[in-house]
T-cell receptor
């Protein structure tokens, strides 16, 4: 059974204080790993898809990386508007179902 | 841009009522999904559909049914709503096995 574990559950940063969120996964064969951002009361918003170990993708202050066992979402010099819950999900090669982690709730204080 | 819309942002229903939640996507996506999201439990898959008139059970289908009469529209039906179905309901769609795009969600309260 696919498993996705995100850590920490919650993270508080000061504006400008860089950090990383972790997503560890267990899957028989990885088709893709997805990062989403979710604001309170809204649907998840797609950020990145990573397909193979060593792959990296960037968008503004966010950078996602992938190894064979985990993914990191690096946040460089965060701003208060980066506050949200960040969700990680994996899709295995046998199908199009996603298995989600429970998310990391990020708060960036001004 | 992909657009997934859901019929209501907030809904309040009584126990025993039949409830319809509707989802529409405008990108000709083949696959559509219904999830519920609860604190501490994350997103859980209720039902999904690979094509018109096709449906597959997800991880928690009990108490729910679905309908997909047209490619762009996927409905979730609560046959007899119960208080434990109070939740945030999220619809998603995707082309093949690619990225799933989510709607804004429906916050359902069953009294």
């Amino acid at each position: 059974e696919d498993q996705v574990t995100q850590s920490p559950e919650a993270l508080r940063l000061q504006e400008g204080e860089s950090s990383s969120l972790n997503c560890s996964y267990t899957v028989s064969g990885l088709r893709g790993l997805f990062w989403y951002r979710q604001d309170p009361g809204k649907g998840p918003e797609f950020l990145f898809t990573l397909y193979s170990a060593g792959e990296e993708k960037e968008k503004e202050r966010l950078k996602a990386t992938l190894t064979k066992k985990e993914s990191f979402l690096h946040i460089t010099a965060p701003k208060p508007e980066d506050s949200a819950t960040y969700l990680c999900a994996v899709e295995e090669t046998s199908g199009s179902r996603l298995t989600f982690g429970e998310g990391t709730q990020l708060t960036v204080n001004p | 841009d992909v657009k997934v819309t859901q019929s209501s942002r907030y809904l309040v229903k009584r126990t025993g009522e039949k409830v319809f939640l509707e989802c529409v996507q405008d990108m000709d996506h083949e696959n559509m999904f219904w999830y519920r999201q609860d604190p501490g439990l994350g997103l859980r898959l209720i039902y999904f559909s690979y094509d018109v008139k096709m449906k597959e059970k997800g991880d928690i289908p009990e108490g729910y049914s679905v309908s997909r009469e047209k490619k762009e529209r996927f409905s979730l039906i609560l046959e007899s709503a119960s208080t434990n179905q109070t939740s945030m309901y999220l619809c998603a769609s995707t082309w093949g096995g690619d990225t799933q795009y989510f709607g804004p969600g429906t916050r359902l309260t069953v009294l």
